[in-house]
């Protein structure tokens, strides 16, 4: 935090089934006015995967690595890392950005904002019986809508160039995100907030995000027409533009 309050980290938190590079066309966009940080999740470098698997356990690894003071942007399972982290130590993630994101990733009775659990339960079977497969039909999926399908699709590829998770983060991720439910906890966050939402998005409906920005205290819905569930990759250029003038 710069001593004006402005931002000056900002620490991106990629999804399930990606890396870190899947970062690296908003990185250069946004490298020009903040200091940038793009961990891997655990499982999905060289290090192990996360035991046990939770949000909150994810959060206290990926936090030692960050400033004192940032705003933290999670993408689709990285947004639940992003609450987590934001509830466990608000003085450092001091503004928030969920792309994607949703509370609750699984149907409950009073939450049917979420995928379909037979396309859920298709996934976890996948990833036992074939990990590039599975990873391939999740990338098709995420483009799904999109109208830039083809370029999200290439550069969602791009982004496992230099190695895929290992079986294990992507089965662990799986079942954190069957169990998780932050919902009630939402009102907890008190952090400026943005909520940035495809209004094609395949993965997590549009109807998840709009219930999120309504549950968070401080938060604001930017919903980013034409694009699915990966819009920092459909339209980069709008999303820098959108998150440049949250920060500042």
């Given at each position: 935090m710069r001593p004006d309050g402005k931002i000056r980290d900002i620490v991106l938190l990629h999804?399930?089934?990606?890396?870190?590079?899947?970062?690296?066309?908003?990185?250069?966009?946004?490298?020009?006015?903040?200091r940038v940080h793009t961990p891997q999740l655990p499982g999905y470098g060289t290090g192990a995967a996360c035991s046990p698997c939770t949000p909150e356990a994810l959060a206290r690894l990926v936090a030692p690595q960050a400033p004192p003071r940032c705003g933290v942007v999670g993408w689709s399972t990285g947004a639940l890392v992003a609450l987590a982290w934001a509830r466990a130590a608000p003085q450092q993630a001091s503004r928030l950005v969920l792309i994607a994101g949703t509370p609750c990733f699984s149907r409950r009775d009073d939450w049917p904002h979420a995928i379909e659990d037979t396309v859920f339960k298709a996934f976890v079977r996948s990833v036992a019986i074939d990990r590039s497969v599975a990873l391939r039909r999740f990338i098709a999926l995420q483009a799904r809508g999109d109208e830039r399908p083809a370029q999200v699709t290439r550069k969602l590829r791009l982004a496992l160039a230099?190695?895929?998770p290992s079986r294990e983060a992507l089965k662990a991720g799986l079942?954190?995100?069957?169990?998780?439910d932050l919902r009630g906890q939402l009102h907890e966050l008190t952090q400026p907030s943005l909520v940035l939402h495809g209004d094609r998005d395949a993965v997590v409906p549009l109807a998840a995000g709009e219930a999120m920005s309504r549950m968070l205290p401080a938060a604001r819905l930017e919903i980013s027409r034409g694009a699915a569930h990966a819009p920092f990759l459909s339209n980069p250029a709008g999303t820098a533009s959108v998150l440049r003038d949250f920060f500042s």
């Open positions: 999804g399930w089934g990606t890396t870190a590079g899947v970062w690296k066309d908003l990185t250069v966009r946004l490298a020009l006015q903040f230099g190695g895929e079942a954190m995100l069957a169990d998780t």
